[in-house]
């Protein structure tokens, strides 16, 4: 387990927080030695709920052409038909993935193919399990053309807490599928957008790990 480049400046800045704040309450305050124990502690959990959440763990990856692996950690909230307006312009299946912020925040090219389309869009920040976070919540949204020709949507959600959204995904290039995307900070959601017709083999309510979980084929 190691700790992602993301969270080196978010780690150094809640360390010296946290230290600037004890370092105070010992010499300003004279606070009671309860009170300094339980500042203390509760420091040091605080600390570790960032190391865990900025985690970067290690994992073998699903990789098959046709299949379209999870490109997130969390849960299936919505998996169903829909018309993705932005790039496709067409019926498609939507299947999104709920991160909380116990999860780990990377995310995965969920298909080998070339990065057609990337463009950030400037939003709101409302719960991100809410079905119009999709169009009006900060988010990036990304087009992948597989060696078949089936083009595949996939966007990155911020939340009420993700206030930044980190994307790797560059036009023009090729993507591999379970190298990483991207991240996204603090609770958020990932929607994928597949073909008409796909076969998908998750559903709603079913926790699923980003890199080895397989949620549909593009055949």
């Given at each position: 387990m190691t700790i992602h480049k993301e969270g080196f400046a978010?780690?150094?800045?809640?360390f010296l927080v946290l230290a600037g704040g004890n370092t105070g309450i010992y010499?300003?305050?004279d606070a009671p030695a309860p009170v300094l124990e339980w500042t203390v502690i509760s420091s040091i959990v605080l600390f570790f709920f960032f190391l865990a959440f900025f985690r970067s763990p290690k994992r073998d990856g699903f990789r098959e052409d046709k299949a379209v692996i999870a490109p997130a950690d969390g849960k299936i909230v919505v998996v169903e038909e829909t018309e993705e307006s932005e790039v496709?312009?067409?019926k498609c299946i939507q299947v999104s993935i709920f991160m909380s912020v116990f999860n780990v925040h990377i995310n995965w090219f969920p298909i080998n193919g070339m990065?057609?389309?990337?463009r950030h869009h400037s939003g709101r920040f409302q719960a991100a399990y809410l079905p119009k976070a999709s169009t009006d919540n900060e988010?990036?949204?990304i087009a992948m053309e597989a060696a078949n020709g089936k083009t595949i949507v996939i966007r990155q959600?911020?939340?009420a807490l993700a206030r930044r959204i980190v994307c790797y995904a560059e036009e023009g290039e090729k993507g591999q599928q379970g190298r990483q995307m991207g991240f996204i900070k603090f609770g958020s959601r990932v929607d994928i957008f597949l073909p008409?017709?796909?076969?998908?083999?998750?559903k709603p309510g079913q926790t699923v790990k980003g890199k080895q979980t397989i949620l549909g084929w593009i055949d």
């Open positions: 978010t780690l150094a800045v809640v010499f300003l305050m496709l312009k067409d990065v057609r389309y990337f988010r990036t949204t959600i911020a939340g008409a017709g796909s076969r998908i083999d998750v």
